[in-house]
């Protein structure tokens, strides 16, 4: 059974930073992709940062560029986003993904597997 389990959110004030993790469970990682997706109360499940599991290329949303880096721990299983100079619009609930990399980086229907996310608030 596999298993995403995200911890590291809290509550941030304006221009801090914060380290989420996932670690991952019941998989195996080939040809992988893992993303970080993030939803706040009435809005979509929206784009945060992806890499792929072999070589490591990523890429991040607009939003986040130079803010935001995803990264991994292959021995570990386990995903990172390191979030710097947060903003009130980061505040949402971030889940991180799985799936197969020959889907679309940026799209939730590209990843077939979700941890229950982890609550980022930010505030000014």
């Known amino acids: 059974q596999v298993q995403l389990v995200e911890s590291g959110g809290g509550l941030v004030q304006a221009g801090g930073s914060l380290r989420l993790t996932c670690v991952v469970s019941?998989?195996?990682?080939?040809?992988?992709?893992m993303g970080w997706f993030r939803q706040a109360p009435g809005q979509e499940r929206a784009f945060v940062a992806a890499?792929?599991?072999?070589?490591?290329?990523?890429h991040y949303a607009d939003s986040v560029k130079g803010r935001f880096t995803i990264s991994r721990d292959n021995a570990k299983n386990t995903l990172y986003l390191q979030m710097d100079s947060l903003k009130p619009e980061d505040t949402a609930v971030y889940l991180c993904?799985?799936?197969?990399?020959?889907?679309?980086?940026?799209?939730?229907?590209?990843?077939?597997?979700w941890g229950q996310g982890t609550q980022v608030t930010v505030s000014s």
């Open positions: 019941g998989r195996t990682f080939g040809n992988d992709r």
């Open positions: 993904a799985a799936g197969p990399r020959t889907g679309q980086g940026s799209s939730p229907f590209s990843y077939d597997s």
């Open positions: 890499i792929t599991w072999i070589g490591g290329n990523f």
